[in-house]
């Protein structure tokens, strides 16, 4: 596990699986609230994050990308906490907890209590102490969303960014037109880093090649 600042405010933490992919949990240490981006594999990936901001009493707000396991297994990590999702990611955690449990399980980190987002949205959601602003980008999935750090022009996209370098478009779970716009929408954002689920930290031109690979 790396514990990488990659702005002032937003630190990385990233996960190498033996099976050879990464994850990645991003923290923006806000001015109101902490945000915690995605929740990995379990509570044991937790335990850096929260030894990180123990002595930083502000609340926490918990948050998933998209309703797939390597995002959502430490949840309940976060008794106490708001967690946030897209309207549909709750209903995907609902209905896909027991077989990505059977499928996955191996891959546990810790332990896996389900717990479900308590605050969800349709469109967009904003933190304006914090200057954080939550997306609905459809793509990936179709429950994808993203956050923007307005401040530091850092934006997490979940994994509408494929893993790795040399696939970079993501598998498209939801519809692809979704994804395009969503792209598109991504193009005219004022931004300076892309953090994503598993790839590394990359610069706003990715989305233009992912258009072009499309
Ligand atoms: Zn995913």
């Not at 902490?34 to 123990?54: C, H, Q, W």
Request: proline share 3%; glycine share 6%; with cysteine.
């Amino acid at each position: 596990m790396q514990i990488k600042k990659i702005r002032n405010r937003n630190i990385l933490f990233t996960y190498r699986q033996p099976a050879g992919w990464d994850i990645n949990v991003q923290l923006i240490l806000g001015n109101r609230y902490n945000f915690i981006i995605d929740t990995g594999l379990g509570s044991l990936s937790m335990e850096p994050v929260k030894e990180y901001i123990k002595h930083d009493a502000k609340p926490i707000i918990v948050i998933n990308t998209h309703y797939h396991w390597d995002h959502i297994w430490g949840n309940g990590s976060f008794r106490d906490c708001t967690i946030l999702s897209h309207t549909r990611c709750r209903e995907m955690i609902e209905q896909n907890w027991e077989e990505m449990m059977q499928k996955y399980g191996q891959h546990v980190d810790g332990e896996a209590e389900k717990r479900l987002p308590d605050l969800t949205f349709e469109q967009e959601i904003y933190f304006p102490d914090d200057q954080i602003r939550i997306m609905f980008t459809p793509g990936h999935t179709a429950d994808s969303i993203s956050v923007m750090d307005e401040l530091e022009k850092v934006i997490h996209v979940g994994d509408n960014i494929g893993d790795t370098m040399e696939e970079l478009v993501p598998s498209l779970y939801g519809e692809k037109d979704d994804y395009i716009k969503t792209l598109l929408k991504y193009k005219d954002m004022d931004m300076d880093l892309c953090v994503s689920g598993h790839n590394t930290v990359l610069e706003k031109q990715v989305f233009n090649k992912i258009l072009d690979l499309l």
